[in-house]
């Protein structure tokens, strides 16, 4: 049975598009006002992270961060507090993951092989029989380890850019329409500029441990990949 998974482009339609259409164009008086326009804003990713959660039953610490984050962007714009704290929650959350990441290269259990090196991608049985018959298996862990130190880093490029973009960006006081107009350009900016190199990067990272894992088991990629019986 194929796994349902949530649409990319529903993801960016609800959490960066509307918002920040909203945020820009209707935080005026004469359309929802600052507060409400902020509001109905930050409504649209936390109703949408509700119905992906109940309709594919799944829940993870990354999911609960993001929740987290429009809470504090809601604070910050309804409590009008400096906006310096705004470019801090935007290094924040990515920054925590980043840590996350990173220690869990200390575990068992590291993130990337969970993400990316996994029965769900890749033809884990095979490899480890031929890391096994090729005595790579240390090897293989050290590569682990690297790559999950450059996933971590990935998390790192954009808490750096996330606060940089937010402090050169949103500069009026918290509260004002001017405030959420410069939120939501924040919103957009940041897809192009921070959301994809890091997708890219993460990219790169499998394609690092993919490049170790041809050379160490001299597997052809169809073997590795794993394809559906």
């Known amino acids: 049975m194929t796994e349902k998974k949530a649409s990319p482009f529903n993801d960016l339609i609800f959490n960066v598009i509307i918002p920040s259409v909203v945020l820009m164009k209707l935080s005026g008086d004469d359309y929802l006002g600052s507060v409400g326009a902020l509001l109905v804003a930050l409504a649209f990713p936390v109703v949408f992270g509700g119905f992906e959660l109940i309709k594919y039953k799944k829940f993870n610490f990354i999911s609960l961060l993001g929740f987290v984050s429009v809470l504090l962007t809601g604070g910050i714009g309804l409590l009008e507090l400096d906006p310096k704290w705004l470019a801090v929650k935007e290094a924040l959350i990515p920054g925590l993951i980043g840590v996350g990441v990173f220690a869990s290269t200390f575990t068992k259990y590291p993130v990337v092989s969970k993400l990316l090196i996994n029965d769900t991608v890749l033809n884990m ?40 973009l937010a402090k050169m960006i949103v500069t009026s006081p918290s509260g004002s329409q001017a405030f959420n107009e410069e939120l939501g350009r924040l919103t957009l900016v940041s897809y192009p500029m921070i959301a994809i190199p890091s997708m890219i990067m993460m990219m790169g990272v499998f394609y690092y441990m993919w490049r170790q894992i041809r050379q160490m088991t001299e597997l052809e990629t169809a073997q590795i990949l794993k394809t559906e019986s």
Do not use: G, Q
């Open 125 to 164: 049985a095979l490899i480890n029989e031929k890391l096994s018959e090729r005595h790579k298996r240390t090897e293989f862990e050290r590569c682990l380890a690297i790559a999950n130190y450059l996933f971590a880093s990935t998390f790192v490029f954009s808490s750096a850019m996330n606060y940089v």
